[in-house]
């Protein structure tokens, strides 16, 4: 059933995609906003309090619903699981973006390029050159795939429907609540919480694209590299998926006038448009081989 509910949601969302800033989405950040407005007082535990009433309930109302659905009708559980993984993953949540600057490169067009970078960064980049927008898109492209794929997938497989709830929701969360974690206690809790809660998943995404890419180059990256990166999953995710793709990514870029030095990541050739074909392609591949294995092992569950 979770094969099932897997390849429907997918479907569903390849048909009829769920923007970044649609009102659920928009509801909860309003939500989140206003429970910090009444609860930040700088310390740790009002920050743990915040994140609890912003997560666990959506989360229990998913495995409650799920649970009394499973009692009543088979078909609408299913039907429920669709639905939670529709508002919780989806490749169309960023890919549009990838595929517009792709395009404009292609066009030599710089200015839509930056343009469309920008508004999937939230940050200006009108100083970037084009190799510099696609190392930079490639490297969103390979952790939103694990943001918006792989990691509610992994959830969802070990917790069914409150699994991606809790993922998507502290992902926000811990987006949400950045820079106050350096300054006051706030916000610590939602990072270490999705840091941890990540670990895994993040770690299962960069197997699978060493797995269905160059593997030897991908786990050379990933051993020698991911330490020089900043903290956090997208250091292993870009690095592998760098050494899978033979891409060098990473290096300096220009940015608010100034020239911002990043470590290398990967190995090979300088990143072109043609290598945002292959970080599709590699994706493509890493879900396929996802998708089959789970498949597999639903079979194998089915005849006991």
């Known amino acids: 059933m979770k094969f099932l509910s897997l390849v429907a949601a997918l479907l569903l969302e390849q048909a009829w995609p769920l923007r970044r800033g649609n009102p659920v989405y928009a509801a909860f950040l309003r939500y989140a906003a206003?429970?910090?407005?009444?609860?930040?007082?700088?310390?740790?535990?009002?920050?743990?309090?915040?994140?609890?009433?912003?997560?666990?309930?959506?989360?229990?109302?998913?495995?409650?619903?799920?649970?009394?659905?499973?009692?009543?009708?088979?078909?609408l559980a299913w039907a429920w699981s669709i639905a939670v993984l529709y508002l919780t993953m989806g490749f169309r949540q960023f890919s549009h973006y990838f595929r517009y600057i792709a395009d404009a490169l292609r066009q030599g067009d710089l200015t839509r390029a930056r343009e469309f970078l920008a508004r999937w960064r939230g940050e200006p980049v009108s100083e970037l050159t084009a190799p510099e927008i696609t190392r930079l898109a490639i490297e969103l492209a390979l952790v939103g795939a694990h943001r918006y794929v792989f990691g509610p997938?992994?959830?969802?497989?070990?917790?069914?429907?409150?699994?991606?709830?809790?993922?998507?929701?502290?992902?926000?969360?811990?987006?949400?609540?950045?820079?106050?974690?350096?300054?006051?206690?706030?916000?610590?809790?939602?990072?270490?919480?999705?840091?941890w809660y990540d670990w895994a998943p993040a770690r299962l995404t960069a197997a699978s694209f060493a797995i269905v890419g160059n593997f030897e180059d991908a786990v050379y990256c990933w051993r020698t590299q991911t330490t020089s990166w900043r903290a956090g999953a997208d250091g292993i995710l870009v690095a592998t998926g760098a050494g899978a793709l033979g891409v060098r990514l990473g290096e300096a870029v220009h940015q608010d006038g100034v020239v911002k030095l990043r470590p290398e990541l990967g190995t090979g050739d300088e990143a072109d448009v043609d290598y945002m074909a292959s970080t599709t392609g590699l994706i493509w591949r890493a879900l396929v081989l996802w998708l089959f294995l789970i498949f597999i092992v639903t079979v194998a569950h089915s005849l006991g």
């Open 153 to 195: 997938v992994a959830w969802f497989l070990v917790l069914g429907p409150a699994g991606p709830v809790i993922y998507r929701l502290s992902a926000m969360l811990a987006e949400l609540w950045p820079a106050r974690a350096e300054t006051e206690q706030f916000g610590l809790f939602a990072q270490r919480f999705f840091f």
């Open 34 to 75: 206003a429970l910090e407005r009444q609860l930040n007082a700088g310390q740790y535990y009002h920050g743990v309090l915040a994140w609890a009433l912003a997560v666990l309930p959506f989360a229990a109302i998913a495995m409650v619903v799920h649970h009394a659905l499973v009692a009543v009708n088979p078909v």
